[in-house]
């Protein structure tokens, strides 16, 4: 598999392989593949609702978009937050599929401060990574292209939308950095959160951060949420769910 995406590659150029390869994959979702590789994306049916509205935070190419937009229909929202311009081009035409007008682009990094940050797609082994797209300075790696992105403080940018149902959160290794400064956004909507957490300090903060804001810690099990504890953290790694309670 690996050498297939590395023949691709070099034939289509980094917009044209991400952008069939993208394609390729909602097609399998939507049909029902691969469930048993991404049980979260499948259990998004059963969190969102028509109505909803949702923040895809590290949208991509429009993964959970595609279907947070699908599952709440004409009546829900989705904010899409994603700072590099050549994701949030293949978002557009990927989401475009749902023919549901529901969905917002709002193209920044979140973090502390209003600035200017440097995002790279690294490569591991020959292979072109792009969902693992970051900011350069959280970890040492080999990046194919950089991007400079505007970055926005989240509860700034989040103060004019009324509702807020749930969130989805996937900034590769920054997430404390996301939620430590939208604090006031999550005690105002008390969404439901969807997490991933990459690294033991920054999974251990958020944790803690959110815990201490009245969330419930759970993971996914057998298609339903199961409460942990901090002690179980550290030994899972798929995404995680904070419930407000």
Known sequence: MKLIRKILYKIL??????SLVSRIYLFLVNAGFLKSKYPELFH?????????????????VGYYSFFMSKYSGKQGRVYAVEPIP???????????????DNLTMLPYALGGENKTVQMGIPERDGV???GMTKITSTADEK?????????????????????????????????????SNMLKTL????????????????????????VSKGFK????????????????????????YFLPE
């Open 128 to 130: 072109l990574h792009h």
């Open 143 to 179: 990046y194919l292209k950089f991007f400079d992105v505007e970055m926005k403080i989240p509860d700034e940018l989040f103060s004019q939308i009324e509702k807020i149902d749930f969130i989805k959160c996937d900034v590769e290794g920054y997430e404390f950095f996301v939620f």
């Open 187 to 210: 005690e105002k909507q008390r969404p439901l959160i969807q997490t991933e957490l990459s690294g033991k300090e920054n999974r251990e903060k958020v944790f803690d951060l959110l």
């Open 44 to 60: 998004l049916e059963k969190i969102v609702k028509p109505g909803f509205t949702s923040v895809d935070i590290g949208a991509n």
């Open 86 to 100: 050549l994701f949030a081009g293949i978002w557009k035409k990927n989401v475009r599929r749902t023919r549901i």
């Open 13 to 18: 150029g980094m917009k044209l392989f991400i």
């Open 217 to 240: 810690p759970a993971i996914l099990k057998n298609g339903a949420f199961c409460s942990i504890n901090k002690e179980d953290i550290f030994n899972y790694e798929n995404d995680f």
